[in-house]
């Protein structure tokens, strides 16, 4: 019914709260390395943007329509971003 739609809007919030988790993360003194920062909104934000990724991805089988391919194809380049995002913090 409306989960091809759903799924999309948990996508792009996934997207962005993804984005101010590793602002965030960063800002408080994160690192790749493993050293773990001061505590900040980064300790509930990632949770909730991993959690909006799955549930995405979940409604995606329920959707109907070419767009079907589209999320998944999201979460492969979602995934190689946060790859790469660590490791040019590596540096």
């Given amino acids: 019914?409306?989960?091809?739609?759903?799924?999309?809007?948990?996508?792009?919030?996934?997207?962005?709260?993804?984005?101010?988790?590793?602002?965030?993360?960063?800002?408080?003194?994160?690192?790749?390395?493993?050293?773990?920062?001061?505590p900040g909104i980064w300790k509930f934000v990632g949770r909730i943007a991993f959690w909006t990724f799955v549930v995405s991805l979940v409604l995606t089988a329920f959707g109907k329509g070419k767009w079907r391919i589209?999320?998944?194809?999201?979460?492969?380049?979602?995934?190689?971003?946060?790859y790469m995002i660590a490791m040019l913090e590596m540096d």
Avoid: Q, R
């Avoid at 997207?15 to 790749?32: K, T």
């Avoid at 589209?70 to 946060?82: D, K, L, M």
């Fill in 70 to 82: 589209f999320i998944p194809i999201w979460a492969v380049a979602y995934g190689f971003v946060v």
């Fill in 1 to 38: 019914m409306y989960c091809g739609k759903a799924a999309l809007i948990l996508a792009i919030c996934s997207m962005l709260l993804e984005l101010v988790f590793y602002y965030s993360w960063f800002h408080n003194g994160g690192s790749p390395h493993g050293l773990m920062p001061s």
